[in-house]
């Protein structure tokens, strides 16, 4: 059986979905980072970073594997599985570079831009300003790829697409009303908008969004003293 220590977030359901997509069986073993559950001794011990998903592999030729870090899992899986990822030359490349764009640019800045947009106290217009142009600019250079290319690591779908895939389906869902230029469906990308249906149309990519909302319901919702030791703030703050 593989355990994927999981939250409702778009990081851990990269992983659902391509568990699912491989036929692998798993369980969720749901922790409660509103709750700071990630930073328990025992979970520290899987993740040092102390942040979700961890997957264990415990049926792993050779015993337990243990992997953090949401793209290195899905290169864990993909050459456990033989799929998802070409084996070798440019293609394999090329869906590499796309999967660590997304882990070093278009994740990140979602993160940044949903925190001043959804839980920074106070008003932070510069920072709003600066998150919600970088993401334009990462909408472009998503748009500018799939204009080239079905998929973004080029003819097939791969990892590229399953490390992407949930940022844009999380922030259509909670902020396509206030910021049209993130509708999963905008006319401003078009070529986003089809590589969109393409992959929800993927039987494998349907059924992992279904997992992903059943460990919505597994998981309790943040309160304002979560959010303050979550985000370091009030009461948390560091204060040299
Ligand atoms: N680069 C990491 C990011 C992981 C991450 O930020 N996880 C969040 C949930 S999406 C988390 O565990 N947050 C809890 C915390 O920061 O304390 C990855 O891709 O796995």
């Known amino acids: 059986m593989i355990d994927l220590y999981a939250s409702t977030t778009p990081n851990v359901m990269k992983i659902t979905l391509a568990l699912v997509e491989l036929g692998l069986e798993f369980r ?5 980072v509103w709750k700071g559950e990630q930073f328990a001794d025992d979970f520290v011990r899987l993740n040092p970073n102390a942040k979700v998903p961890v997957l ?47 882990a070093a640019n278009f994740g990140p800045a979602n993160g940044q831009f949903n925190h001043f947009e959804n839980y920074a106290p106070g008003e932070h217009a510069y920072s709003k300003s600066r998150y919600t142009t970088e993401l334009k600019r990462l909408y ?23 490390a992407t895939f949930p940022w844009v389906w999380s922030a259509s869902n909670r902020l396509k009303d206030k910021y049209p230029f993130l509708d ?12 969109y249906r393409r992959c929800e149309a993927r039987p494998g990519v349907a059924r992992g969004i279904e997992r992903h909302l059943e460990l919505k319901s597994m998981l309790a919702t ?19």
């Open 140 to 162: 472009g250079v998503l748009e500018r790829r799939l204009a080239d290319a079905p998929f973004l690591g080029g003819a097939e779908f791969s990892i590229a697409d399953l």
């Open 222 to 240: 943040a309160d304002p003293d979560d959010l303050d030791r979550i985000f370091g703030r009030g009461q948390y703050a560091y204060r040299g």
């Open 28 to 32: 969720f073993l749901p922790v409660n």
């Open 56 to 102: 264990v592999d415990n049926d792993a030729a050779g015993g337990p594997v243990t992997v953090f870090e949401s793209v290195a899992i899905l290169i864990y899986l993909a050459e456990k599985s033989g799929k998802l990822l070409p084996k070798s030359g440019p293609a394999r490349y090329d869906a590499l570079q796309w999967a660590v764009w997304q």
């Open 184 to 195: 999963k469906a905008s006319a401003e990308h078009p070529h986003i908008a089809a590589w």
